[in-house]
């Protein structure tokens, strides 16, 4: 059974840096055919996927997102970290982590009909002064 557990500081500045980690549990972050992404849901909002670190360390990201965005992993301790630069009241939300299977269509990663098999249970983050 696959697990996922997101952390973070729960109150972060404005103009500061967030930095969330997901630490997994009952497999492998290089496990062939399955990518890591973070989503987050503002309150009253729909899921908003930020981006995604696939199984052979490629990351994609939200074009809304990406230049403010990374997501990397700690293999040593089987991690997937996300950070996001010049937060604002914006960035409010519950972020979380899923494993989704990668799919390739011409070899290019496909995620038009992303199935997410895992998810965490969230964490809460406030962007306020």
């Known amino acids: 059974q696959v697990q996922l557990q997101e952390s973070g500081p729960g109150l972060v500045k404005p103009s500061q840096t967030l930095s969330l980690t997901c630490a997994i549990s009952?497999?492998?972050?290089?496990?062939?055919?399955?990518?890591w992404s973070w989503i987050r849901q503002p309150l009253g909002k729909g899921l908003e996927w930020m981006g995604a670190?696939?199984?052979?360390?490629?990351?994609l990201y939200s074009p809304s997102l990406k230049s403010r965005s990374s997501i990397f992993w700690e293999l040593s301790k089987n991690q997937v970290s996300l950070q996001l630069t010049s937060v604002t009241p914006d960035d409010t939300a519950v972020y979380y982590c899923?494993?989704?299977?990668?799919?390739?269509?011409?070899?290019?990663?496909?995620?038009?009909?992303?199935?997410?098999?895992?998810w965490g249970q969230g964490t809460q983050v406030t962007v306020s002064s």
């Open positions: 899923a494993r989704e299977a990668a799919v390739f269509t011409s070899g290019t990663y496909d995620r038009r009909d992303v199935v997410y098999d895992y």
């Open positions: 009952g497999g492998s972050i290089t496990s062939e055919f399955y990518a």
């Open positions: 670190i696939i199984y052979d360390g490629t990351t």
